[in-house]
């Protein structure tokens, strides 16, 4: 049952985790061998989809062939149950050889999320976007990052422990600030020198050890464009598996004052009217705003068509 929250894109993963069966080493195996359980696959962080009379979805490999392939506990990861009550594990592939040329043939290709994410059902978005996030971790903490000795996996790859010094490694989420400041009907996008031309987008930042999320988007706010901020509203949040992100959405009003760009994060700093960026949403006007997949234009969106108060 989806939240009534505003769903972004690789949110709403409809698997029901049963994170306490994740300790339970002998009910995972088994659910390896019951009817009904799937396999979802992954090729260095790349899922493999099949074409549907709808467009693309995730494809569903047999878990006898999942296991052959994985070769052990290390590349499986427990997802949870889907709606029927059925396991769904993911596998995790790397090399540099195609496993859709090779042991997968036939069964779909690897496609990339960033691609995937406006053509994926959400539902597979948000499922896809959980393996990821969890098979990027694994493969940046093979070592223990307090003795350096190999980690094993454990929990149905929730979690990763090492055997010399017995700590227990979690997977990662880096929490970012990604706000919207706004002042007298106006609100501030911001231009990094990277994007292609014309693209402007919400100001953001990672949050520091030690900030609250409001005072995270103030530092952020204060050191990209010189505002200050007085008062911080939360949006909506969207996990951004590009490795292990989980963006914070906000609307910021900001204090009078003369927005400037750092120069050293952003290039360019605009204020723009509510019916300017209206037309942005529509793709008419001189720039142009990310596309839906991403926070910062729901975030524009949800600004632009909301009464013009604030
Ligand atoms: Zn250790």
């Known amino acids: 049952m989806p939240l009534s929250a505003h769903l972004n894109t690789f949110a709403g993963n409809p698997l029901d985790r049963v994170s306490e069966r994740r300790r339970e080493p002998e009910w995972l195996a088994d659910q390896l061998e019951t009817e009904g359980t799937t396999v979802l ?33 290390e590349r499986l990861l427990f997802m949870g149950l889907d709606e029927q009550g059925c396991a769904v594990f993911a596998l995790d592939l790397e090399g540099g050889a195609d496993p859709a040329e090779g042991l997968l043939r036939g069964r779909g290709r690897f496609a990339n999320l960033r691609d995937l ?10 499922m896809a976007a959980s393996a990821k996030a969890v ?28 055997p010399a010094c017995k700590v227990e490694h979690f997977p990662r989420t880096d929490p970012v600030v ?12 911001g231009r990094q020198t990277s994007w292609a031309p014309g693209r402007f987008s919400a100001l953001a930042g990672f949050m520091e050890p030690g900030e609250s999320i409001e005072e995270a988007c103030a530092r952020e706010i204060k050191e990209e464009s010189g505002l200050r901020t007085m008062a911080v509203r939360y949006h909506s949040s969207q996990p951004w598996p590009f490795p292990s992100n989980l963006m914070i959405g ?13 120069q ?8 723009l009217e509510r019916a300017e960026v209206v037309k942005l949403l529509a793709n008419e006007g001189d720039i142009t705003l990310p596309p839906p997949r991403a926070i910062a234009r729901q975030l524009s969106a949800f600004w632009g068509a909301a009464e013009p108060s604030g």
């Open 41 to 73: 696959a992954f090729w260095n962080g790349s899922a493999l989809v099949q074409e549907g009379d709808g467009g693309p979805h995730l494809a569903r490999i047999a878990p006898g062939l999942a296991v052959e392939l994985a070769g052990g506990d």
């Open 178 to 189: 990604i706000m919207l400041p706004v002042r007298d009907g106006r609100c501030l996008l």
């Open 135 to 162: 098979f990027e971790w694994r493969r940046r903490h093979r070592f223990c990052s307090a003795c350096g000795q190999p980690t094993q996996v454990a929990e149905g790859g929730w979690k990763r422990l090492c």
């Open 250 to 262: 906000l609307i910021a009003d900001v204090a009078p004052g003369e927005a400037q760009a750092d």
């Open 264 to 271: 050293t994060e952003l290039e360019a700093v605009r204020w």
């Open 117 to 126: 994410a406006p053509v994926l059902p959400a539902s597979d978005c948000g």
